[in-house]
């Protein structure tokens, strides 16, 4: 089936040490998101990247850092830089350049920090 | 700025009952696009619903139906005869156009239906 798998579902990290979200797709989309979401808040975009080999800052990307070597991977990297890492990470495809607004997303991957 | 603001953090209804989740939005922006997504809770969001800001009819999906008023900037979404597997959690977005990159995200309602 298609989709976004997301990897791992849970995480703990101790506290100074980096960790790497792994997220994949196969809906051959162009466009892949990184966000963050925190018990009562929305959505907020970490990083964005709409074609391979070319990513943007979203609006808390801060002690984040990602990649996009390869259309269908967009890990992301979240750094002893990043003040509060626990949350909850959504990772999202769309097609980009296509007027249909819908995001494509993977079951997330939780983080702790110990 | 844009901003959503989803009023109703948690709601609770049996089962069969109607039940509507309100969104309010502010824009300054005149083309805009508004959006419904479920997240159950298995984590991932599942997109409902687009809007454009040049289209206010309501839209009537099964049991689903959203009311769009620029008039008072609220994009409401009503869930008729609720069932056990509606129970999730609601997010209004806003965009300044259609890609992921330019929403703006409601904090959410939690809706939790009772059999």
């Known amino acids: 089936d298609g989709g976004i798998t997301q990897s791992p579902k849970y995480l703990f990290r101790k506290e100074g040490q980096n960790v790497t979200l792994s997220c994949e797709q196969n809906?051959?989309?162009?466009?892949m998101y990184w966000y963050r979401q925190d018990p009562g808040q929305g959505l907020r975009l970490i990083y964005y990247?709409?074609?391979?080999?070319?990513?943007q800052k979203g609006d808390i990307a801060e002690g984040y850092s990602v990649s996009r070597e390869k259309k269908e991977s967009f890990p992301l990297t979240v750094t002893s830089a990043q003040k509060n890492p626990t949350a909850f990470y959504l990772c999202?495809?769309?097609?980009?350049?296509?007027?249909?607004?819908?995001?494509?997303f993977g079951e997330g991957s939780r983080l702790t920090v110990l | 700025a844009q901003k959503v603001t989803q009023a109703q953090t948690e709601i609770s209804v049996v089962e069969k009952e109607d039940v509507t989740l309100d969104c309010v939005y502010e824009?300054?922006?005149?083309?805009?696009?508004l959006f419904w997504y479920k997240q159950p809770p298995s984590g991932e969001l599942v997109f409902l619903i687009r809007?454009?800001?040049?289209?206010?009819q309501n839209e009537i999906s099964g049991r689903y139906s959203w009311n769009f008023q620029k008039s008072t900037s609220s994009f409401n979404f009503t869930i008729t005869a609720s069932q056990v597997v509606d129970s999730a959690v609601y997010f209004c977005?806003?965009?300044?156009?259609?890609?992921?990159?330019?929403?703006?995200f409601g904090t959410g309602t939690r809706l939790a239906v009772r059999p």
């Open positions: 999202a495809s769309s097609i980009d350049g296509a007027d249909t607004g819908e995001l494509f």
């Open positions: 809906l051959n989309h162009d466009a």
């Open positions: 990247s709409q074609i391979v080999n070319d990513f």
């Open positions: 824009t300054r922006d005149t083309t805009y696009y």
């Open positions: 809007r454009n800001s040049f289209d206010e």
């Open positions: 977005a806003l965009g300044r156009g259609s890609s992921g990159d330019k929403l703006t």
